[in-house]
């Protein structure tokens, strides 16, 4: 005569459990592009940020439509560089504290798009435009970050600042800056953006 084994219900209840935590669990797990993200520090305008490397501090924001800068040469015409977007520059003060390198810089819309400052050729603001520009360590540099950026990429977008001039390095400082880019920040700054921005220096302005 065949006995069945009583079933413990509570064993098995408690199994179930137990494997439905474990699959929640990993679900829920960061995924490794998440572990080594970049570490953000958060500021805000006027506020100066310690990062690993460097210290940055952001001040006026500004747009433009177009920037007028020197021209090539002794005898040529000014230049005009057109944004795709609008320019936007970003006046800061940046430090290398460890050892003598780069700060890049980019913008983060609220809705995740990054845009990279332009280079230093782009503006070609030679001490002044900030990316590219190799830094010596404990001596600040002050100038401005530029950012060729859509319109509608301004509101709630926040600048970003990292070591190097490349890309933001993994387990490493991003440091995050809150400009007030709000509704009505946006459109003051759009209400003075001007056609033309004239850069040049001033033996050659007008």
């Known amino acids: 005569m065949n006995r069945s084994l009583p079933i413990r219900w509570g064993l098995v209840v408690a199994t179930l459990a137990s494997l439905a935590l474990i699959v929640a669990l990993r679900r829920h797990e960061p995924s490794m592009d ?4 970049p570490m953000l520090i958060r500021g805000a305008t006027g506020q100066t940020l310690e990062a690993r490397n460097f210290s940055v501090k952001v001040g ?7 920037y007028r800068l ?15 977007g609008i320019w936007l520059s970003a006046l800061a003060e940046v430090t290398v504290t460890q050892a ?9 819309a609220r809705d995740g798009r990054v845009y990279r400052a ?9 001490g002044f435009n900030l990316a ?6 404990g001596l600040p540099a002050n100038g401005a970050y530029v950012f060729d950026v859509p319109i509608d990429a301004l509101e709630g977008a926040t600048l970003q600042f990292f070591s190097g001039n490349g890309a933001p390095a993994q387990l490493d400082h991003l440091a995050d800056v809150d400009v007030g880019l709000d509704a009505a920040h946006v459109k003051t700054l759009l209400d003075a953006a001007v ?9 050659r302005a007008p």
Not at 60 to 66: D, R
Request: net charge neutral.
């Open 118 to 126: 332009a280079p230093a050729d782009r503006p070609d603001l030679k």
């Open 60 to 66: 006026k924001l500004k747009l433009a439509h177009a």
């Open 195 to 203: 056609p033309m921005l004239d850069l040049r220096s001033p033996e």
């Open 34 to 37: 998440e572990k080594t993200a």
């Open 70 to 84: 020197d021209p090539r040469t002794s005898d040529g015409p000014a230049r005009e560089v057109k944004a795709d």
């Open 100 to 108: 003598n390198g780069y700060v890049g810089a980019q913008l983060r």
């Open 132 to 137: 590219d520009l190799y830094l010596v360590t």
